[in-house]
């Protein structure tokens, strides 16, 4: 059983479609973390959860709305994504924020 | 916002060769990770280092915490094939929240 589970590892939507992006983490952590995985770019901070309330929104648009109800689960959910949105998005936990963090292996995301 | 910067962008080497990369800041920090990551998988975290000049191996890898506490080098000694993929530091610096900070990599290339 890996540490942190993304589903789905592809989707391809239309820019009028609503998705939800899901990760699970089975490491008994903290914190959770969504980024955004551009070619040619950093990685990017989107969001931070510690102890499920969210510590931390990057500048990220409102058509990202991130959901985090319990410890263990984490949820993206996608609404009116514009084509630029396509990426790899990775979910991440760590024992405590900012410290060693655990990858999911990530959702390649296109938008139509 | 803080960055990193990750030297070399790129390096193609031939197998048994040792490979060196390094990550510079103008800030102070804390930690420094090393992660790797293959094409469509998720950064694996590989080295972590919490002290200035602390210097931890695993495997063929090894990687410092330089005095300076603004810089972190990575060494992989006698490549393999399997070592291609793209290499990521990260830290967390002084007075910078409690978020990681990324590079934008290091593509290794390792030729049978």
Known sequence: ETGVTQTPRHLVMGMTNKKSLKCEQHLGHNAMYWYKQSAKKPLELMFVYSLEERVENNSVPSRFSPECPNSSHLFLHLHTLQPEDSALYLCASSHVTGLEAFFGQGTRLTVV | ?112
């Open chain 2, 1 to 112: 916002g803080q960055q990193l910067n990750q030297s070399p962008q790129s390096m193609f080497i031939q197998e048994g060769e040792d490979v060196s990369m390094n990550c510079t800041s103008s800030s102070i920090f804390n930690t420094w990770l090393w992660y790797k990551q293959d094409p469509g998988e998720g950064p694996v975290l590989l080295i972590a280092l919490y002290k200035a000049g602390e210097l931890t191996s695993n495997g063929r890898l090894t990687a410092q915490f330089g005095t300076t506490r603004k810089d972190s080098f990575l060494n992989i000694s006698a490549s393999i094939p399997s070592d291609v993929g793209i290499y990521f530091c990260a830290g967390q610096y002084k007075g910078g929240s409690e978020k990681l900070v990324f590079g934008k990599g290091t593509k290794l290339t390792v030729n049978p």
